[in-house]
């Protein structure tokens, strides 16, 4: 049986000889294809999966991700989250600019403003709160956008403890009903659970790419 060798790598003619011959091949290949055929467009758009309890249903995967999940009313955030981070031990806390005050308390750092925070001062912070862009029932996904309150991908990336904020009315079932309101030009974060990765024998090793610990707090209504 006869096979077509190409010429052995080297400099000079040898690898122009080569490049050519790998470049006419290609061009041959692609030549004799058939038409491209038509992709069915019937895959599952906005408003194609609703969850009778979105809330719920978020809840439900952020506790199948390790998260932990709160849930307050609009009056008791800032309650709410002073005592997260009490029962947590954190006390050192920044957060990104546009946050509203009623959610901080007195000594939290507003970091990252028009220039990029630096990541070893950030890394000295005991843990972030932020809002979000939305969150997504189904996945149990969280967006940020680095919008007021969410800030650079840095601030809610390097300390090791991310409290977010999610009201109700941000969540959405699935993922196509949050593409359809997410600006696909902005810089965007999207958040399953606490960071983690495994090894090729499944060791999980959490805090990789970011936070070790989130904690997720679901206003149940108003803003």
Do not use: K, N
Request: charged fraction near 20%.
């Amino acid at each position: 049986m006869s096979r077509d060798v190409l010429p052995a790598g080297g400099t000079g003619r040898d690898a122009d000889a080569a490049r050519a011959e790998v470049l006419r091949r290609v061009r041959l290949a692609v030549g004799t294809q058939p038409p491209g055929v038509g992709v069915a467009r019937d895959y599952r758009g906005v408003g194609a999966r609703p969850a009778d309890d979105p809330v719920g249903l978020f809840v439900e995967r952020l506790t199948d991700y390790r998260a932990s999940a709160y849930q307050c009313g609009a009056d008791e955030v800032g309650a709410t989250i002073a005592g997260i981070l009490g029962e947590r031990g954190r006390t050192r806390i920044c957060v990104p600019h546009g946050l509203p005050a009623r959610w901080t308390a007195p000594g939290w750092q507003v970091v990252g403003g028009d220039a990029p925070p630096d990541p070893v001062a950030l890394d000295a912070f005991d843990g972030v709160v932020s809002g979000c862009a939305l969150a997504i029932a189904l996945t149990g996904t969280i967006v940020l956008d680095s919008g007021p309150g969410q800030g650079w991908r840095a601030v809610t990336l390097v300390p090791d403890y991310h409290l977010v904020v999610v009201r109700a009315d941000q969540i959405v079932p699935a993922v196509p009903d949050a593409i359809a309101r997410l600006d696909a030009t902005r810089p965007m974060t999207w958040i399953s659970g606490p960071s983690a990765t495994s090894d090729i024998e499944f060791d999980r090793v959490e805090g990789v790419h970011g936070p070790r610990t989130l904690d997720v707090l679901v206003v149940a209504e108003g803003r």
